[in-house]
């Protein structure tokens, strides 16, 4: 179903600290462990990522994917209503993994989207 919510990212400095610090209070069970990215599940049917990238830290480091059907046909629509392509329609490591790009909202927000072709 295009435009649910389905993956958050988490810019973090310390991957070992941040699984303690997010695990401990909200509970969240590690899928895929890992030292540089490790992806979690949150309970609600929306999971994410740990992204170890400490340069990202404290700039707005939360990123929130969409899920679309069609990535390079929304980049064209984010673009004609005032977006910014940022990256475009790019494989995530391995290809069941799905699509990834990134845009910014016309008010600055740097956002993700994801399909699975």
């Not at 295009?2 to 997010?22: L, N, P, R, W």
């Not at 990202?56 to 969409?66: A, N, T």
Request: net charge negative; with cysteine.
């Amino acid at each position: 179903m295009t435009g649910k919510i389905c993956h958050v990212e988490i810019a973090v400095a310390d991957m070992s600290a941040a699984q303690a610090f997010y695990g401990d209070l909200f509970g969240w069970t590690w899928i895929v462990p890992g030292d540089e990215y490790t992806v979690f599940a949150a309970g609600n049917g929306v999971g994410g990522g740990l992204c170890l990238a400490k340069d990202r830290c404290g700039e707005g480091p939360v990123v929130l994917y969409i899920t679309v059907d069609d990535i390079p046909a929304m980049l064209d629509r984010i673009e004609r209503a005032g977006g910014k392509t940022l990256q475009p329609k790019t494989a995530i490591g391995k290809k069941e993994w799905g699509f990834m790009a990134f845009f910014l909202d016309p008010f600055g927000n740097r956002m993700g989207l994801w399909a699975a072709k």
